[in-house]
């Protein structure tokens, strides 16, 4: 089977995306109080989430001939290290934290629709598993943004 490269490129970058998002809330998990369990579980299932995410990815790449990623962008590592610096200096609190996951969750959104806004062939099962997957981050996304919301409302 002959490797589609443009299709390849566009889903290891959804894999990257992806094994950011994994980093990123593992990092976050490290950062949450003991007080914040909730928090935790959130970002516990998040993290699951983006593994199978990856994992459905990875299957299309091989199938289609290619070489699944397993590394992470450049953007997440500057991203973690970015997260890094800013919960050192902010105290490690709630709100920053959730903040800095909903700019996670806003680079995973941009990913997914340049994705399918790119000129990969990508087939109607495949392009079925990205908008499915989208569709998730996106409640994801919705969900830290209201935690966020809320929190800031409840400290204001």
Request: one cysteine or more.
């Amino acid at each position: 089977m002959e490797t589609n490269e443009k299709l390849t490129e566009t889903l290891n970058g959804l894999i990257e995306i992806n094994n950011d998002r994994v980093n990123g809330y593992e990092k976050a998990i490290e950062e949450t109080k003991d007080l914040d369990m909730d928090l935790r579980a959130i970002f516990s299932s998040m993290a699951s989430d983006s593994r199978k995410y990856a994992s459905e990815l990875a299957a299309i790449v091989s199938q289609s001939g290619g070489t699944p990623a397993d590394g992470t962008t450049n953007s997440g590592k500057v991203y973690r290290v970015w997260m890094d610096i800013k919960t050192m200096f902010s105290g490690h609190n709630r709100q920053s934290l959730l903040e800095l996951c909903e700019f996670g969750e806003d680079a995973a959104q941009k990913a997914y629709k340049e994705a399918l806004e790119s000129d990969a062939e990508i087939s109607a099962e495949t392009r079925q598993v990205i908008t499915g997957q989208q569709s998730k981050l996106k409640t994801s996304h919705d969900v830290i943004k209201k935690y966020r919301d809320l929190h800031k409302a409840v400290n204001a």
